[in-house]
C-alpha cells in the first residue's frame, strides 16, 4: 500500500520560501505521477503542481506558476515543493498525492484521478 508522508510547513513571513518534502514508501515511485494539492481554509481542496514520468511535463496551477517549483528524487523516492514569494492567500493545508501510471494534461489536473493522498502539512503566511 501506497503511503506519503508530508513534512516541510510552517509560518512564514509574506515574501518568505518554504520546501515541503512528501516521502513515498509501498510501491514503485516510479510508476506514479506525483502532486501537491492544497486546501485552504472554508475551500475547497485546488491543484498546486504534478510532475509525471510517463510525459516528462510539470504542472502547475496559475495562481503559483513562476513561484512554487516540483521536483522529484528517485533515488530517495521523494517529492518536494519549493514555494517561494509565499503570499497570505497561499496559506493551506498542503496535501501530497499520488495517481498510479502517471498522468498527462488534464489527467494531471484532476484531483478525482489521484489514488493515494497524505495526511498534509499546514503552511501560514502572514503579512
Known amino acids: 500500500q501506497v503511503q506519503l508522508v508530508e513534512s516541510g510547513g510552517g509560518l512564514v513571513q509574506a515574501g518568505g520560501s518554504l520546501r515541503l518534502s512528501c516521502a513515498f514508501s509501498?510501491?514503485?515511485?516510479?510508476?506514479?505521477?506525483m502532486a501537491w494539492i492544497r486546501q485552504a481554509p472554508g475551500k475547497e481542496r485546488e491543484f498546486v503542481a504534478a510532475?509525471?514520468?510517463?510525459?516528462?511535463?510539470?504542472y502547475y496551477a496559475d495562481s503559483v506558476k513562476g513561484r512554487f517549483t516540483i521536483s522529484r528524487d528517485d533515488a530517495t523516492t521523494t517529492v518536494f515543493l519549493d514555494a517561494n514569494s509565499l503570499q497570505p492567500e497561499d496559506t493551506a493545508v498542503y496535501y501530497c498525492a499520488a495517481q498510479s501510471w502517471g498522468c498527462s494534461g488534464s489527467g494531471c489536473y484532476d484531483l478525482n484521478e489521484y489514488d493515494f493522498w497524505g495526511q498534509g502539512t499546514q503552511v501560514t503566511v502572514f503579512s
Open positions: 510532475s509525471s514520468w510517463s510525459d516528462g511535463y510539470e
Open positions: 509501498g510501491s514503485t515511485f516510479s510508476r506514479y505521477a
